[in-house]
């Protein structure tokens, strides 16, 4: 069964300084990855997702992640942080024909001035 | 293009209640999924439905249920409430003929409290 592991529970960046939230996943076959934003009573908004190809995904607001299948890592990267980017982030997997995601347990991001 | 609404937003009910949640997808999505988000247990899969069928089921008793109609709305029911069906219940839709390779578009969520 596939899996995701956010071991960052929370983080606070300063406000311009570079974020990177780590995400480990355990899957057998080749992962669909992804990356969700959830701000306060809000829904999740898609950053970014990795298929195949590139290795290194961009995504809306300036965000980019990097697969890396040797460590079944796919983290998330912003080099500037800006204070709307406070909010919960899950990562998630899914498999092709497959028809739901596996989310990890999410990291709260809080920007301090 | 109108967002996944979901309805009604919050809702209390207390226990041994059932409850009924809709979802209308964006248009033209015909796959419908719903997620169960609480503190403890984090998201966690319900079901998915495309045009009409349950193609996949999460790890819940039989107290929770969906169906989606021919327009793609869908509804998830939760018979004989429990304190520990309080939670944030998400809708997502996609056009998905072949499962997750689809961007899924998740609403805003109905708040749940059950006391």
């Known amino acids: 069964a596939q899996s995701v592991t956010q071991p960052d529970i929370h983080i606070t960046v300063s406000e311009g300084a570079s974020l990177e939230l780590r995400c480990n996943y355990s899957?057998?076959?080749?992962?669909?990855l992804f990356w969700y934003v959830q701000s306060p009573g809000q829904g999740l908004q898609l950053l970014l997702k990795y298929f195949s190809g590139d290795t290194l995904v961009q995504g809306i607001k300036g965000f980019e992640a990097e697969f890396k299948r040797s460590q079944s890592s796919f983290n998330l990267r912003k080099p500037s942080v800006h204070w709307s980017d406070a909010a919960e982030y899950f990562c998630a997997v899914g498999a092709e024909d497959d028809y739901k995601l596996s989310f990890g347990a999410g990291t709260t991001v809080t920007v301090r001035a | 293009k109108a967002g996944v609404t979901q309805t009604p937003r919050y809702l209390i009910k207390t226990r041994g209640q059932q409850v009924t949640l809709s979802c209308s997808p964006i248009s033209g999505h015909r796959s419908v999924s719903w997620y169960q988000q609480t503190p403890g247990q984090g998201l966690q899969f319900l079901f998915e439905?495309?045009?009409?069928?349950?193609?996949n089921k999460g790890n819940f008793p039989g107290r929770f249920s969906g169906r989606q109609f021919s327009n793609s709305r869908s509804e998830m029911n939760v018979s004989t409430l429990e304190l520990g069906d309080s939670a944030l219940y998400l809708c997502?839709?996609?056009?998905?003929?072949?499962?997750?390779?689809?961007?899924?578009?998740f609403g805003p969520g109905t708040r749940l409290t059950v006391l």
């Open positions: 899957y057998g076959a080749t992962p669909y």
């Open positions: 997502a839709s996609s056009l998905a003929p072949s499962g997750v390779t689809d961007t899924q578009y």
């Open positions: 439905y495309f045009s009409e069928t349950q193609r």
